[in-house]
Nanobody, 120 residues
Framework: QVQLVESGGGLVQAGGSLRLSCAAS????????MGWYCQAPGKQREMVAA???????NYADFVAGRFTISRDNAKNTVYLEMNSMNPEDTALYYC??????????????WGQGTQVTVSS
């Protein structure tokens, strides 16, 4: 099993910044990819950013150039630095980990979500 704990959400003004953190525990060695998803009210959950164990990153078009995903392997933690934020970034942000645990194969694990609100 993998447990994910998010922190860092809150209220920020347009143009400001936040830094989200996600600490993983459990079967850490089984994790292939970690990332961040967002879900606004009435909208589908969508990927914001992801990072593989090899350090390869992927970003949604609407955050590219503004958000940066990184990881600290020693702390089993991933971060999402959010800059130049706008009200459209307001959403519940979830940490995600994809782990391949035998004998089940790849499975997704989710944090509880942390609220991000951007005021105009």
């Amino acid at each position: 099993q993998v447990q994910l704990v998010e922190s860092g959400g809150g209220l920020v003004q347009a143009g400001g910044s936040l830094r989200l953190s996600c600490a993983a525990s459990g079967s850490i060695g089984s994790i292939n990819v970690m990332g961040w998803y967002c879900q606004a009210p009435g909208k589908q959950r969508e990927m914001v950013a992801a990072i593989t164990n090899a350090g390869v990153t992927n970003y949604a078009d609407f955050v590219a150039g503004r958000f940066t995903i990184s990881r600290d392997n020693a702390k089993n933690t991933v971060y999402l630095e959010m800059n130049s934020m706008n009200p459209e970034d307001t959403a519940l942000y979830y940490c995600n980990a994809n782990a391949k645990i035998m004998p089940w194969g790849p499975r997704d694990y989710w944090g509880q979500g942390t609220q991000v609100t951007v005021s105009s």
